[in-house]
């Protein structure tokens, strides 16, 4: 069996990241008991429901700190993205937690954010596959990148960027 390469592993880490930051808010559990139940049951466990990948560990543990330690600032960035009478608790649970794992590794400068967008875009076109949902992630993605990253754009929007 190979192992999986790293952009596959972080790939997966983001996925179960979004997916743990909707349990801890629909559920009301705290993030180290969610963490630990996505480690002993989720991430690389095969079961009934088929075989779950691996995933960055550290990645997926560094983006549900910071969306934790940063949720205020991250929310703050995300509704000054969002249509003045759509606040993001308003939204859709499932694009709240993508908004909140996005902004956590858009607000810690470690990945670039073009490369976090594309990602989140990707995670919402497999929750949404209708496409409409990647359309408004990419557009509140790119404002939030813009708002918490101002120094890494100096062209237009992201998705001019991409499609250069």
């Known amino acids: 069996m190979t192992r999986p390469d790293k952009r596959a592993l972080s790939s997966a880490a983001r996925l179960y990241a979004v997916q743990a930051l909707f349990q801890m808010e629909s559920a009301g559990q705290p993030a180290d008991r969610v963490m630990g139940e996505f480690r002993d049951f989720r991430i690389g466990v095969s079961d009934d429901e088929g075989e779950h990948p691996e995933a960055d560990d550290g990645l997926f543990s560094r983006i549900i700190d910071d969306a934790v330690t940063w949720q205020f600032k991250i929310d703050q960035a995300t509704d000054r993205g969002l249509v003045e009478k759509w606040p993001i608790n308003r939204i859709d649970p499932v694009l709240r937690a993508l908004f909140r794992a996005a902004g956590a590794e858009l607000v810690v400068p470690k990945t670039p954010p073009k490369v976090v967008i594309s990602e989140y875009v ?43």
């Open 122 to 164: 990707r995670l919402a076109e497999a929750f949404f596959p209708d496409g409409r949902e990647a359309k408004f992630v990419n557009a509140v993605l790119d404002h939030v990148a813009r708002d918490l990253r101002p120094d890494a754009f100096t062209g237009g929007p992201v998705s001019e960027i991409r499609k250069k």
